[in-house]
């Protein structure tokens, strides 16, 4: 199993929907994870970090973590075109480096 | 403030070259990592430093790569007798601690590198 897993998508949503992004994580990564969009030919950007379980908003974003099962979620609600753009997840490890997934590609559909 | 700065922005070299890749973290950030990314693919760890401590090489593929970083800021990926394998971008990130939970990575522009 790899350490953390996403599906490679796309995943095509309409505009105004809510988009749901998921990751998976084994047991070697486990500190805090990490939500990164990347626009094509760009450098990944800071979406939103979380580290307990439950659930953390920030504008039309929530992330949800939960340990027990091993996985950890991005929401996207009233999605926009803009919004069109692979997402990596990103689990910390022991040593405090960063394990990303190979990213879920978003497309909103105006 | 100004973000994590790499140059060049684009390298295109000979296969066999050596070619050296720069990065200069956020001002105050103690960590600073450097990661590969393929086209279409996920970034791969290469090398981490985290202060004045050994520098966790890893994620490093072969003995061609190295890494220093001068001063506890500025870093310098030197990748020696290139492969058409190692096209890829390069990235560098940085993060104010780079220990305990929630220390946040910041992403610099990236270097192509294209080996012909």
Redesign the interface.
């Known amino acids: 199993q790899k350490e953390v897993e996403q599906n490679s998508g796309p995943l095509s949503v309409p505009e105004g929907a809510i988009a749901s992004l998921n990751c998976t994580y084994s047991d070697r990564v486990s500190?805090?994870f990490?939500w990164?969009r990347q626009y094509s030919g760009?450098?990944?950007?800071?979406i939103m970090?979380i580290?307990s379980n439950g659930d953390k908003e920030d504008g039309r974003f929530t992330a949800q973590l939960n340990k027990a099962s091993q996985y950890v979620s991005l929401l996207i609600r009233d999605s926009q075109p803009s919004d069109s753009a692979t997402y990596?997840c990103?689990a910390?490890d022991s040593?405090?480096?960063?394990?990303?997934?190979?990213?879920t590609r978003l497309l909103v559909r105006p | 403030g100004a973000g994590v700065s790499q140059s060049p922005s684009n390298k295109v070299t000979e296969k066999g070259k050596d070619v050296e890749l720069r990065c200069d973290p956020i001002s105050g950030h103690t960590?600073l990592?450097w990661?590969r990314q393929s086209l279409g693919?996920?970034?791969?760890?290469l090398i981490?430093f985290?202060g004045n401590s050994a520098p966790?090489k890893?994620?490093l593929p072969s003995d061609r790569f190295s890494a220093e970083r001068t001063g506890g800021s500025v870093s310098t990926l030197t990748i020696q007798r290139t492969q058409q394998e190692d096209s890829a971008v390069y990235?560098c990130a940085s993060s104010f601690g780079?220990?305990?939970?929630?220390?946040?990575?910041?992403?610099?522009?990236?270097t192509r590198l294209t080996v012909l």
Request: hydrophobic letters at 30%; proline letters at 4%; charged letters at 10%.
């Open positions: 500190q805090s990490f990164y760009k450098s990944p950007e800071l970090s580290y990596l990103a910390m040593s405090y480096k960063l394990i990303f997934g190979s990213g | 960590a990592y990661y693919q996920g970034l791969e760890f981490y985290q966790d890893s994620g990235l780079g220990t305990g939970a929630g220390d946040t990575q910041y992403f610099g522009p990236g």
